[in-house]
């Protein structure tokens, strides 16, 4: 009787993770592309005004958009009840454009911060840090340090077979020995590192606005909306995800 139960709830849990994991993916799709789109115009129109940010912006919107190229493989192993019929190769890919869409959107998120507290704090100084070349320049770094990170994905197998013979895509419990160092990597360095940066560039931002007798009363406090919202969003995004990594 119990082992009876134990199977339903089973199937029951199952069912409810792949409904809600299935319309997930596809409300990101249906959101994501045309977002994304309109989000490349915006860019566009920053680069040709020769405004750096459009730079950030432009790279935010590709790894958005490399991600959003990876969720039909992720809806077929859904739909497929969790057994991965592609290649190693494309399994291994997907994890693999997960995770830079993750990292490289917090470092991108970082530059902004930083150009902003620049542009804030220091208006008159820096000038050469805030072009469209520096901002290539350093758009190029973070890509390749992602880049150079994510090739770990390519180094080990992440197809394996659970209890039901199933294919499953990164998907080992426990968790490997080689994971632990990189979890520990991403937590640090990919999460708590950013996430101090733009904590200390927003407040620093903060702290210049309200000293600017210049600004008014009404756009100290959009700009305080802004920022706070900012940083809430980066932790409802993001923190789940790490916090879970240490367990």
Known sequence: MNMSEEQINCTISYEIHQYLF???????????????????YHAWLQLKARNELGVYLLNLTISDLLYLASLPLWLKYIFQGDNWSSSEWLCQLSGFLLYENVYVSIGFLCCISIDRYLAVVYPFHFKAFRSVRAASLVSVVVWLKELAVGMVFFWHKELSRDRNNQSVCFEHYPMKTWEYPI??????????????????????VLRAVGKSAGTQTAQKTRIKYLVTSTIVIFLVCFSPYHIFLLF
Do not use: K, Q
Not at 23 to 33: E, Q, R
Not at 183 to 204: E, Q, T
């Open 183 to 204: 979890n520990y990597y991403r937590f640090h360095i990919g999460f708590l590192f950013p996430l101090g940066i733009l904590s200390v560039s927003y407040f620093r």
């Open 22 to 40: 299935s319309v997930a993916y596809i409300l990101v799709l249906l959101v994501g592309l045309p977002a994304n789109t309109y989000s490349l």
